[in-house]
């Protein structure tokens, strides 16, 4: 793993602060660990402020995507969360919001509207069902109180980038409406089709950022998911820099595997989150990586030490 330990803190690296009073003493301590941490942490929690000193920087908002942790009960995941510093957990839907607002955590990315990843905008004979599913659903992301909420192209299925374009921004915009004045962001993913997702539509950044132009809404943006466009084009740095007004939201993982984030893949993560940082990016970065090793303690190190590799 990366060693961002270079800065000191009283004469402590940030690796050991992140791991002393305001994280987990030790490595290997666990979701036992964690629950300590949560305590310290609970004032702060009640009033919607980061947990305590986690020796992180504070210049990227962290966050973890429930499905990749899917192994670990969702409130341990907020302890374990909160301990390492994250604020929110990504991709949860209302069932999952009470557990979230009883740890003090925010829902960065909503989801449940969606009918699945094939099944999207870009068919008009989806439009009926999503419209209505999205209606709902954005009433209740802004009675949440939350801002983020999930949506997918779906498969091209024989069509050209023209015509998928054309029937996502038809279905989209009887939506946006709404969603501005619930103020809510409707946020496309950008999905590999190679490995991951076959026949994906979105599967390019410019793609997307052509669907954002004919869109011309601020309620809706790209969700930027790192590992899929490394797969995909490559040159994510760039990408980052020259088309970051379209990039409400980013996730991580390494590439090949989706694994970790550290240093046996070929993504330089501190790099691409010092060119987010620069951006002068106020939303969210969620680890969605699989960690190698799912048993609790060896899961939780690996999110310890992605969100240090990625805290810049």
Same mark, same amino acid.
């Given at each position: 793993m990366t060693d961002l330990s270079e800065r000191r803190f009283t004469g402590l690296s940030r690796r050991a602060l992140f791991y002393g009073a305001g994280g987990l003493a030790v490595a290997g301590t666990g979701l036992a660990g964690a629950a300590?941490?949560?305590?310290g942490a609970q004032d702060a929690a009640q009033d919607g402020?980061?947990?305590?000193?986690?020796? &992180?920087?504070?210049?990227?908002?962290?966050?973890?995507?429930?499905?990749?942790?899917?192994?670990?009960?969702?409130?341990?995941?907020?302890v374990l969360g909160r301990s390492v510093g994250?604020?929110?957990?990504?991709?949860?839907?209302?069932?999952?919001?009470?557990?979230?607002?009883?740890?003090?955590?925010?829902?960065?990315?909503?989801?449940?509207?969606?009918?699945? &990843?094939?099944?999207?905008w870009a068919d008009p004979a989806n439009h009926a069902t999503l419209i209505e599913n999205y209606t709902r659903h954005i009433a209740l992301v802004a009675e949440a109180g939350y801002t983020n909420l999930i949506c997918f192209s779906g498969n091209r299925r024989g069509m050209s980038d023209e015509e998928g374009l054309a029937n996502c921004a038809e279905g989209l915009s009887r939506i946006l409406p709404l969603a501005a004045e619930a103020g809510v962001v409707l946020q496309m993913e950008l999905l590999n089709s190679r490995v991951n997702h076959p026949d994906y539509l979105c599967d390019r950044s410019a793609w997307g950022v052509a669907l954002c132009e004919r869109l011309d809404s601020a309620n809706f943006r790209l969700l930027y998911d790192i590992y899929h466009m490394q797969i995909m084009e490559g040159d994510v740095i760039r990408t980052i820099t020259e088309h970051n007004q379209w990039f409400g939201h980013y996730h991580t993982a390494g590439n090949p595997g989706r694994?970790?984030?550290?240093?046996?893949?070929? &993504?330089?993560?501190?790099?691409?989150c010092r060119a987010i940082r620069d951006t002068g990016h106020q939303?969210?970065?969620?680890?969605?990586?699989?960690?190698?090793?799912?048993s609790p303690d060896a899961a939780a190190q690996s999110l310890r030490d992605a969100v240090l590799t990625c805290d810049v």
């Open positions: 300590m941490a949560q305590d402020q980061a947990p305590a000193a986690t020796g &992180l920087r504070g210049n990227i908002n962290h966050s973890v995507a429930r499905w990749t942790f899917g192994d670990m009960d969702l409130a341990d995941l907020c994250l604020r929110a957990i990504d991709l949860c839907g209302p069932d999952d919001w009470p557990t979230l607002r009883e740890h003090g955590m925010d829902s960065s990315m909503c989801n449940g509207a969606e009918i699945s &990843l094939e099944d999207g694994n970790e984030p550290d240093d046996s893949q070929e &993504l330089n993560y501190p790099a691409i939303g969210w970065l969620a680890q969605e990586f699989v960690p190698r090793d799912p």
